[in-house]
């Protein structure tokens, strides 16, 4: 043994030692730190998934006078990388479902159509159509342009089929 070297348990010395374990989303991780002195600190960090397979492993060593700094960038780093990407994933909780029309997909009946057509002359809007007819923004304009009431560009036709300079297409705000 070394003369600056102790026996563990004649070492006097501060030491650092921390055994931590959590679980996340099924998988099981194990942190340790230990260190004397000023001797750099060992850090570790393993995680398991279910089936035992490693599925994250960090490891190596941190000088104490920087451990203040390093634990801040690598908490920022690491908060910085998690919010990219949660950036990527759907907004949407994975057990909420986009909202489905009851009748996407549906044929239109010769007295849906004349219905359509009817409140469409009347104003009516993309949403009040929407809810009314149990169909997607998509599928009111698609039938209103078969219907010769909208043009393919979204401008709103007159009796002619053509385009009508005194009537504004009919539009609302997107629907999300």
Request: proline fraction near 8%; charge should be negative; glycine fraction near 12%.
């Amino acid at each position: 043994m070394d003369t600056n070297e102790f026996a563990p348990e004649q070492d006097r010395r501060p030491h650092t030692q921390l055994d931590r374990h959590f679980t996340t989303g099924g998988n099981v991780y194990r942190i340790t730190a230990m260190g004397t002195g000023d001797d750099p600190i060992a850090l570790s960090l393993i995680g398991w998934g279910p089936d035992g397979e490693t599925v994250s492993e960090i490891s190596g060593g941190i000088s104490p006078l920087d451990l203040p700094d390093v634990t801040q960038a690598l908490a920022s780093t690491l908060t910085g990388l998690s919010a990219l990407r949660n950036q990527r994933k759907p907004t949407r909780p994975a057990e909420e479902k986009p909202k489905r029309y009851p009748n996407r997909g549906a044929r239109w009946s010769p007295e849906d159509d004349e219905r359509l057509v009817a409140r469409y002359r009347a104003g009516a809007g993309e949403r009040a159509l929407m809810e009314e007819f149990g169909r997607s923004r998509g599928g009111i304009r698609a039938r209103l342009e078969t219907l010769g009431e909208i043009a393919p560009d979204g401008g709103a036709l007159n009796g002619s089929g053509r385009v009508s300079d005194a009537e504004p297409a009919r539009s609302e705000a997107a629907v999300p």
